[in-house]
């Protein structure tokens, strides 16, 4: 077998776990111990194991080995979030995260715990509760380190302890929003403003290269890419993805956006290539989502694949996957580093999956596309008043999507004569065809803006192999316009709201107003039923899942928001202060009346909320599959199979072949012929044949597996784990690590 052997800094050898280049040939009967040392299995993101004690031929024999209750999310009033934490295995230790954010390690063979940290530990630190989906490691000699972060701080942790390591930054923490600029350069308070990391950066040397997820409203910081020294916490590095004066891509934006806008941050993760020493990496969209007539041009980087010098942070090359973005297509997931056969050779390859479901393939070291892309004409019109949409948009020959582009009358849901009456109703009543159709005030349907390719990413095999998981969702996106909200007697609080949080739970927080709608973000009209004045408080200063931190919110305004939404203020007429106005026809953004606030722009049209259309039942509104798993040879562009993913139980049951389900969580591919994934509704992990795409084995999780699953060997045994953390769609709760191994 061709496996290049890479080492961790200080060169402790890894036997085939990374597969940047070469082909599966065979197996390697003689591993003892196999780690899985970085998110996404190695640091080319392959989600690839050249494991084969667990195969087509027994797998069925799996048996639960071990569990690990993180003690989160046992009890109701002290519930974190889902644990979408991929974790890592390191010289036999399991490292990963709870869903109240600890960080833990456990031996890998029992699940026996060595330690635990908690970062809220301290008085002084205010829970924040978001999503954390994997660690970093590095070590030199006995100096062996964790990095991983909560809210804005970055610590480094002492694998072996569990304490914070005092030489990095202050007292083993760094401040994220270090190398975001300060107020002379970006016109605003940017330590005020929301950034952390749900994926974990990736290393290089002494380096930590990261990302970060900010607010995709006008209080969005700039999602610069950024490298720290791992032994000292120092800022080494910083690329710029709203470029400067004199930098490239400076001309795609408006005059000096960069001193005004947030957004174009790489939070889906980076995968690095240590021979060539260049760190590659996907990006969001530039604030604010759906409407972006205040960034006139192109705007470079936003959702671009980037390739970077690890050492210096300087472009090698970069491709944009969606020109001035109105539709929230974020590059999802992380590149895959793939060695494909082109043209009868052998070439290192990148590959990036997106939201609307395709894939482009590009050459590692120019950033050339493999198969052609064409820059297809879209529709520019009608378009809200003040934006400028892209004439064109690229897409790639090869291979074929992997998920549904545009919305036809046959796609409707035919699960009940009524069910298709419902969404028929829907259909015949909103704009529906492009996916490039501009965000419009009359609603449109559309697929593309929830996945397609998630955050979980794929799986590939040495030999070319794409293994990709995909959602069928169809979303209504409906535009207000703003512009007239805060006219009037109302008051202070709603205008807050409908200025600072409308833009996720809709205008007086009602969302889209419809009972055929599946709310990503919740409507808050009775949400003081739900909490206390005091949780909602804690909520809105500290974030909680999706939602960031707006602590950056003058507390009197918190105050007001919280009062409107307990329906306990008085309606007076809004002082100059409370709200926010944007000049439309502007070419650039406008600030805030209150300047310290943090928000440097508030959008004149905002959408509805993060819609889902389902039927009246509940369902998706399409006709099946909802969620599909895909097998697709690079190689040649072509696909080997594609199955659905997930069922609905009671569907089943009435003879209703899977469906598939909303998936979140990716896969794991090995040498001995299965992939390992989760992800769906049914709480089921299951295995399925790499070669056919048939389940092999399936097991009923304690709670939702939204995750993606590793494997690994200690002692001769390979294990299966993922964590149980549960919660997404409404599911019930869960906080444990589960493992699976042969009898």
Same mark, same amino acid.
């Given at each position: 077998m061709n496996y290049p052997l890479k080492s961790l800094t200080v060169g402790l050898l890894l036997l085939g776990s990374c597969v940047q280049s070469g082909r599966e040939t065979g197996s390697k009967s003689t591993i003892k111990n196999e780690d899985w040392t970085s998110y996404g299995g190695n640091k080319a993101g392959n989600r690839y194991s050249p494991l084969t004690q667990i195969n087509t031929s027994n797998v069925q024999n799996l048996k639960l080995a071990w569990s690990y209750d993180t003690g989160d999310n046992n009890n109701p009033k002290e519930r974190g979030i889902d644990i979408?934490?991929?974790?890592?295995?390191? /010289?036999?230790?399991?490292?990963? *995260? *709870?869903?109240?954010?600890?960080?833990?390690?456990?031996?890998? /063979?029992?699940?026996?715990?060595?330690?635990?940290? /908690?970062?809220?530990?301290? &008085?002084?630190?205010?829970?924040?509760?978001?999503? @954390?989906?994997?660690?970093?490691?590095?070590? %030199?000699? %006995?100096?062996?380190?964790? !990095?991983? +972060?909560?809210? =804005? +701080? !970055?610590?480094? @942790?002492?694998?072996?302890?569990?304490?914070?390591?005092?030489?990095?930054?202050?007292?083993?923490?760094?401040?994220?929003?270090?190398?975001?600029?300060?107020?002379?350069?970006?016109?605003?308070?940017?330590?005020? !403003?929301?950034? %952390?990391?749900? *994926?974990?950066?990736?290393?290089? #040397?002494?380096?930590?290269?990261?990302?970060?997820?900010?607010?995709?409203?006008?209080?969005?910081? &700039?999602?610069?890419?950024?490298?720290?020294?791992?032994?000292?916490?120092?800022?080494?590095?910083?690329?710029?993805?709203?470029?400067?004066?004199?930098?490239?891509?400076?001309?795609?934006?408006? #005059? %000096?956006?960069? #001193?005004?806008?947030?957004?174009? /941050?790489?939070? =889906?993760?980076?995968?690095?290539d240590e021979k060539r020493g260049i760190v590659y990496t996907g990006t969001g969209s530039a604030a604010v989502d759906f409407y972006g007539g205040a960034r006139k041009g192109e705007n470079l980087f936003a959702n671009s694949v980037l390739a970077l010098n690890a050492e210096t942070g300087k472009r090698v090359w970069h491709f944009q996957t969606q020109h001035h973005d109105l539709w929230d297509r974020d590059l999802p997931c992380p590149p895959n580093l793939m060695t494909v056969k082109h043209n009868g050779k052998l070439v290192d390859a990148v590959v990036q999956a997106t939201k609307d479901g395709l894939i482009f393939v590009f050459d590692r070291d120019t950033g050339t596309p493999l198969f052609p892309v064409k820059e297809v004409p879209v529709p520019t019109s009608p378009a809200l008043p003040g934006e400028h949409p892209w004439p064109t948009q690229p897409i790639p020959t090869k291979p074929a999507p992997f998920a549904r582009q545009e919305l036809t009358e046959a796609d409707i849901t035919d699960r009940t004569p009524e069910a298709h009456a419902y969404v028929s109703d829907r259909f015949k009543n909103s704009l529906h065809g492009s996916k490039y159709m501009p965000p419009s005030i009359e609603g449109t349907l559309f697929f593309g803006f929830g996945g397609g390719a998630e955050w979980g990413g794929n799986a590939a095999d040495p030999n070319g192999i794409l293994y990709q998981n995909s959602n069928e969702m169809l979303w209504w996106l409906k535009m207000r316009d703003m512009r007239d909200q805060n006219k009037g007697v109302v008051s202070k609080g709603k205008s807050l709201f409908n200025s600072t949080c409308a833009v996720c739970h809709g205008v007086d927080g009602k969302g889209s107003g419809g009972g055929d709608q599946a709310q990503a973000y919740p409507v808050l009209t009775d949400v003081g039923k739900r909490l206390t004045k005091e949780q909602i408080a804690a909520t809105i200063r500290t974030g909680r899942g999706r939602m960031p931190s707006f602590q950056h919110i003058p507390e009197e305004d918190r105050e007001a928001i919280i009062n409107f939404l307990l329906n306990t203020e008085a309606k007076t007429t809004p002082t100059a202060g409370a709200s926010a106005s944007t000049d439309f026809h502007n070419q650039g953004p406008s600030a805030t009346a209150n300047d310290n606030s943090g928000f440097p722009y508030v959008p004149p049209f905002l959408n509805n909320g993060y819609t889902q259309f389902r039927d009246q039942d509940k369902y998706p509104a399409v006709k099946p599959p909802w969620g599909t798993l895909n097998a697709i040879d690079l190689n040649t562009g072509e696909y080997l199979w594609r199955v659905p993913l997930g069922e609905y139980p009671e569907l089943s049951k009435k003879g209703i072949p899977p469906t598939g389900t909303e998936n979140h969580g990716g896969p794991v591919v090995t040498a001995g012929g299965l992939i390992f994934i989760a992800a769906t509704y049914d709480e089921k992990l299951r295995a399925f044949d790499k070669k056919t795409g048939n389940v092999v084995w399936e097991y009923k999780l304690p709670a939702g597996g939204f995750a993606t699953p590793i494997t690994y060997m200690v002692d001769g045994k390979q294990y299966v784990a993922i964590a149980a953390g549960g919660t997404r769609y409404g599911l019930k709760p869960g906080g444990t690590y589960v493992a699976f191994a042969l009898p």
């Open positions: 979408q934490c991929q974790p890592i295995v390191v /010289n036999g230790i399991l490292y990963g *995260t *709870t869903p109240r954010m600890k960080l833990f390690a456990v031996r890998a /063979n029992t699940g026996e715990q060595i330690w635990q940290f /908690n970062p809220f530990s301290d &008085p002084s630190k205010k829970p924040r509760f978001h999503a @954390i989906r994997g660690v970093a490691y590095w070590e %030199d000699g %006995d100096d062996k380190r964790i !990095l991983y +972060s909560v809210g =804005s +701080s !970055l610590y480094a @942790i002492n694998a072996l302890t569990g304490e914070k390591v005092p030489g990095f930054g202050t007292n083993g923490e760094v401040d994220l929003h270090e190398g975001l600029g300060d107020r002379e350069v970006f016109g605003h308070d940017v330590t005020k !403003l929301s950034v %952390d990391m749900t *994926t974990p950066g990736v290393v290089y #040397k002494d380096f930590l290269i990261v990302g970060s997820r900010v607010s995709e409203y006008g209080d969005a910081a &700039p999602g610069y890419i950024r490298s720290f020294n791992i032994r000292s916490g120092k800022l080494e590095w910083v690329f710029h993805t709203i470029p400067r004066p004199g930098e490239y891509g400076y001309e795609t934006w408006p #005059k %000096d956006a960069y #001193k005004n806008m947030g957004g174009a /941050n790489a939070w =889906s993760g980076l995968v690095v």
